[in-house]
Nanobody, 126 residues
Framework: QVQLVESGGGLAQAGDSLTLSCTASGHTFSDYVMGWFRQAPGKAREFVAAISWSGGNRYYSDSVKGRFTISTDNANTVWLHILSLKPEDTAVYYC????????????????????WGQGTQVTVSS
């Protein structure tokens, strides 16, 4: 089982940039996929971005493409860099990990990720 801890959330103004971090511990392998999801109040958990642990492949939802960048140090940390924050980016951001997305080639489904962090709140004011 992989343990995940997110950090870096907080209050921000529209137009600001923010970087979220996810630190992993426990067993991780090159076929793990690390994903970022977010959940706004009253809404379903939404896929944001994913990266293979080896760092070779990156995936983004259309809603964040161009503003969000996912990266990893290939050791134990995954980052989500967010540019030009918008009020609609306000949500709890979760880091997730599993091998299923890698083997199924499907990265956006939260049910394929078995390990989750506790989440970090991002609030963007206009």
């Amino acid at each position: 089982q992989v343990q995940l801890v997110e950090s870096g959330g907080g209050l921000a103004q529209a137009g600001d940039s923010l970087t979220l971090s996810c630190t992993a511990s426990g067993h991780t392998f090159s076929d793990y996929v690390m994903g970022w999801f977010r959940q706004a109040p009253g809404k379903a958990r939404e896929f944001v971005a994913a990266i293979s642990w080896s760092g070779g492949n990156r995936y983004y939802s259309d809603s964040v493409k161009g503003r969000f960048t996912i990266s990893t140090d290939n050791a134990n940390t995954v980052w989500l860099h967010i540019l030009s924050l918008k009020p609609e980016d306000t949500a709890v951001y979760y880091c997730a990990a599993d091998q299923q997305p890698y083997y199924l080639g499907t990265y956006y489904r939260p049910d394929l990720y078995g390990s989750w962090g506790q989440g970090t709140q991002v609030t963007v004011s206009s």
